[in-house]
Antibody
């Protein structure tokens, strides 16, 4: 069965960086992409970005441009999200989900499987 | 930007009664090439990840009880729980994937037992 398993909770100081991993199984990794979404305490869901495991294309939310990097390791079917220069308002649960393979590929657009979430706390 | 607005923000329904949540999109989510609306519904319980309930606006995900149904097309959509059960207490989100990979969610509707 399809599974996305994320790395454990992180506590970071302001200005530091964090890496969250998303290890996938149960499907052909490079037939899809991975999106990342976060949910601040008591808030809604914010799309952070996407990376295609098929061709490496990326698209990031404008609000995080310059601080966010997404990568994939096809040998381990794992996606990574790196966020730099952390601030207190980056405190949130970060989720990965299976997503669109490449731009225009409607058949893979649905985000049908999600990771369990990773709590990132930024505090001095 | 494509905005989804859910109503109401919160809802209290008696056990066994019907619950209805609406989602309105600022742009049509209907794609002529496949005659489908790119709208999904998710359930989120405390300390749990999102659970997909409905996709293509009206297709129930495998394993989801048939008391959950989705309807609508274009810009107006509805999630209906026909007979509320205690385990349905959760926050419900609509999501558009029309502009995938950039997706957006509604603000969420909190469903409680009256």
């Amino acid at each position: 069965q399809v599974q996305l398993v994320q790395s454990g909770a992180e506590v970071k100081k302001p200005g530091a960086s964090v890496r969250v991993s998303c290890k996938t199984s149960g499907y052909t990794f490079n037939n899809y992409g991975i999106i990342w979404v976060r949910q601040a305490p008591g808030q809604g869901l914010e799309w952070l970005g996407w990376i295609s495991a098929y061709n490496g294309n990326r698209d990031y939310a404008q609000s995080l441009q310059g601080r966010l990097t997404m990568t994939t390791d096809t040998s381990t079917s794992t996606a990574y999200m790196d966020l730099r220069s952390l601030r207190s308002d980056d405190t949130a649960i970060y989720y990965c989900a299976r997503g669109i393979k490449r731009l225009g590929d409607l058949s893979s657009a649905l985000n049908d499987f999600w990771g369990q979430g990773t709590l990132v706390t930024v505090s001095s | 930007d494509l905005v989804l607005t859910q109503s109401p923000d919160s809802l209290a329904v008696s056990l066994g009664e019907r619950a209805t949540i609406n989602c309105k999109s600022s742009l049509s989510l209907f794609y002529n090439s496949n005659n489908k609306s790119f709208l999904a519904w998710y359930q989120q319980k405390p300390r749990q990840p999102l659970k997909l309930l409905i996709y293509w606006a009206s297709i129930r995900e495998s394993g989801v009880p048939d008391r959950f149904s989705g309807s609508g097309s274009g810009t107006d959509f509805t999630l209906t729980i026909s007979s509320l059960q205690a385990e349905d207490v959760a926050v419900y989100f609509c999501q558009q994937y029309y502009s995938a990979p950039s997706i957006t969610f509604g603000q969420g509707t909190r469903l409680e037992i009256k």
